[in-house]
């Protein structure tokens, strides 16, 4: 998969993209993801990429033709158009679900705003799928294109060293991890539950898959209507159910 960035702060996204897992995947040729300044697109003779708003107004807008030259010179560049999503908050919430699809495209730019945002008219001429991070603001859509980029490419096959790794997480299947522990097994006077040191494994998987059940049905009792829940599942959650009612 390749994954371009078009941004106007390309060395901060290239630096967070180039160390651990990321960048040792890049390294490896298992996902391609390039960090393209927008601003080597301008026609300004100043170079400059925004403008105040017409009809006034706090800070500046990004320019049209700039971020429209980079993205046609990309889709020239690749012989393709790749899928364009731009970083707003006022797009759809980023979900597990939609970067588990968004990983099985070839092809994906992301389109980072700054400052006030980007005039319309780009956003109405390329057509992105906007897509938010959550419900707060940021200085710029770099952050949140660095979040969807890593999100993607650690679903791609070879990125992560074992594949089984993200099969349990959060998320993945709508439930909520289990609690990991690792050396010492005594630390300031906690000891790692035993059952994890006993080496039984069929033990281990039933006291991961308890926990998992019951810490979201604490903290997120709303993913468990979409969980795939065997008839175990149900009995243990009926029973933590009935526990919190006595209590
Ligand atoms: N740009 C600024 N804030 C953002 C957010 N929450 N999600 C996506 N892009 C953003």
Redesign the pocket.
Known sequence: MRIDILTLFPEMCESVLSESIIGRARQGGKVDINCIDIRNYTLDKHRRVDDKPYGGGMGMVMAPQPIYDCFTALCDDIGVKPHLI??????K??TQERVKELSKLENIAIL??HYEGVDERVIEALEPEE???????????E???L?VADSVSRMLPGVLSDDECFEEESHFNSLLEYPQYTHPSQWQGRQVPEILLSGHHAKVEEWRRQRSLERTFERRPDMLEKADLTDEDKAYLSNIQTKQKNM
């Open positions: 731009y970083m707003t908050p006022q797009g919430t980023l980072c705003g897509i938010s991070i959550g419900d707060y603001v940021l200085t710029g859509g952050l949140p294109a979040i």
